[in-house]
T-cell receptor, first 113, second 115 residues
Framework: SQKIEQNSEALNIQEGKTATLTCNYTNYSPAYLQWYRQDPGRGPVFLLLIRENEKEKRKERLKVTFDTTLKQSLFHITASQPADSATYLCALVPTDSWGKFQFGAGTQVVVTP | ETGVTQTPRHLVMGMTNKKSLKCEQHLGHNAMYWYKQSAKKPLELMFVYSLEERVENNSVPSRFSPECPNSSHLFLHLHTLQPEDSALYLC??????????????FGPGTRLTVL
């Protein structure tokens, strides 16, 4: 069966450190993968998109990698700040089902001063 | 108003009630979506509309009935719900279904509690 797995345990990290989140998928062949941020009581907000032929993508303090061999994406927040505390979701769209976004359950990040 | 708005933000209903959730997008997008989000679970895609035509119905029970009168508005009509339907219902829009770089713009959600 198709699955998207993210670490269900919250990631507690000290301010200034790098947070690394994992998104693993099985039985998908996505052309691209996306990351979203969700704050409590709010809808997810799009952060980054990475294509299958891109190894790495950066946006300010965020970095995403995409390894189609390992079927894994890593999401890094460098120099983390308390304002980065949120739940981060990965999402992919199967190439044979445009529009059918598939989301992981998300990983909560807590950055302490 | 900008982005995607949803009303009401909170809704408590009994199992015999009928209610509707409303979503409006101000982004000029052609696609709209309904998702269900339960605690600690992935977002579940419920319905997809492209230019007011339903293109996906993800095996959703008939007690949920969507309506898309135009590309800016989306409704979810609810009737005879069950307690397990209690969740956060999120509406989203995107530029165009079927483009490789399509991304979702979400509303704030409606927190639904079924008693």
């Amino acid at each position: 069966s198709q699955k998207i797995e993210q670490n269900s345990e919250a990631l507690n990290i000290q301010e200034g450190k790098t947070a690394t989140l994992t998104c693993n998928y099985t039985n998908y062949s996505p052309a691209y993968l996306q990351w979203y941020r969700q704050d409590p009581g709010r809808g997810p907000v799009f952060l980054l998109l990475i294509r299958e032929n891109e190894k790495e993508k950066r946006k300010e303090r965020l970095k995403v990698t995409f390894d189609t061999t390992l079927k894994q994406s890593l999401f890094h927040i460098t120099a983390s700040q308390p304002a980065d505390s949120a739940t981060y979701l990965c999402a992919l769209v199967p190439t044979d089902s445009w529009g059918k976004f598939q989301f992981g359950a998300g990983t909560q990040v807590v950055v302490t001063p | 108003e900008t982005g995607v708005t949803q009303t009401p933000r909170h809704l408590v209903m009994g199992m015999t009630n009928k209610k509707s959730l409303k979503c409006e997008q101000h982004l000029g997008h052609n696609a709209m979506y309904w998702y269900k989000q339960s605690a600690k679970k992935p977002l579940e895609l419920m319905f997809v509309y492209s230019l007011e035509e339903r293109v996906e119905n993800n095996s959703v029970p008939s007690r949920f009935s969507p309506e898309c009168p135009n590309s800016s508005h989306l409704f979810l009509h609810l009737h005879t719900l069950q307690p397990e339907d209690s969740a956060l219902y999120l509406c989203a829009s995107s530029q165009e279904v079927g483009t490789p770089t399509d991304t979702q713009y979400f509303g704030p959600g409606t927190r639904l509690t079924v008693l």
